[in-house]
């Protein structure tokens, strides 16, 4: 492979490892934790509209903190990175995450985390602080303006794409839209892992995101100095 393309592999890669965690931690919470989602605040939102007005006060609460979790790590990933260069930011945001994801492991492994219970509530507010620093990721790895969480905007753009591609009698997808359909495909694979994972009460349910976000944390080291 040339050299000037791999940069752009460890890119490419960290995109799609992150959102391979993203998939897997909306269902962790959502299936595990009181039906909260830690990385789509816009359905997280909605959920908490739905918890109120129905006095589904604990949920509601998961919802809340949540929401509060991934406001402040965006504000986390911020500063921490705000004086770095793009590798030494990615590498500092993703060992940041990973530290976070791995407390949630130790915290989950010996508790029962129920709804409403103060290790679940924990394991939601380290869940949404790292879906928070994620957001920062992407907007770290600045690669055909993905995100690495919520992915209607992703989808919007390969549609229009794909559209526009068929409308000029053109088959070939362009790159970017080929980035685009990976990093969703993944997000859709981290939760169909988890889904799994979660129905057979598989004990790597909750390190599931763990191990994406530190693959993608090695794949920093393939970076230039400097970038």
Request: contains cysteine.
């Amino acid at each position: 492979m040339p050299e000037e393309h791999k940069p752009h592999l460890a890119l490419e890669s960290i995109l799609t490892l992150t959102a391979f965690a993203a998939g897997c931690v909306d269902i962790i919470t959502f299936a595990k934790l009181g039906g909260v989602l830690a990385s789509a605040m816009t359905g997280n939102l909605a959920f908490l509209g739905y918890y109120l007005s129905r006095f589904s006060f604990a949920s509601a609460f998961g919802s809340a903190l949540a929401l509060a979790g991934f406001v402040g790590g965006g504000a986390l990933g911020t500063l921490v990175s705000r004086a770095c260069g793009q590798h030494g930011a990615l590498r500092r945001l993703l060992c940041l995450e990973a530290l976070l994801l791995a407390g949630a492991v130790m915290l989950w492994v010996p508790t029962q985390h129920r709804n409403g219970s103060f290790s679940a509530d924990a394991v939601i507010v380290m869940l949404a602080v790292s879906m928070g620093l994620q957001s920062i990721v992407g907007k770290r790895v600045n690669l055909s303006n993905i995100p690495t969480i919520v992915f209607t905007s992703t989808l919007t753009n390969i549609v229009i794409a794909l559209t526009e591609m068929l409308a000029r009698g053109s088959f070939a997808v362009p790159k970017d839209t080929k980035r685009q359909c990976a990093s969703f495909v993944m997000y859709f694979l981290g939760a169909l892992g988890a889904g799994f994972a979660a129905y057979f009460q598989a004990g790597i349910l909750i390190a599931l995101p763990l191990l994406a976000v530190g693959a993608a944390f090695v794949a920093t080291f393939t970076l230039e100095e400097g970038m």
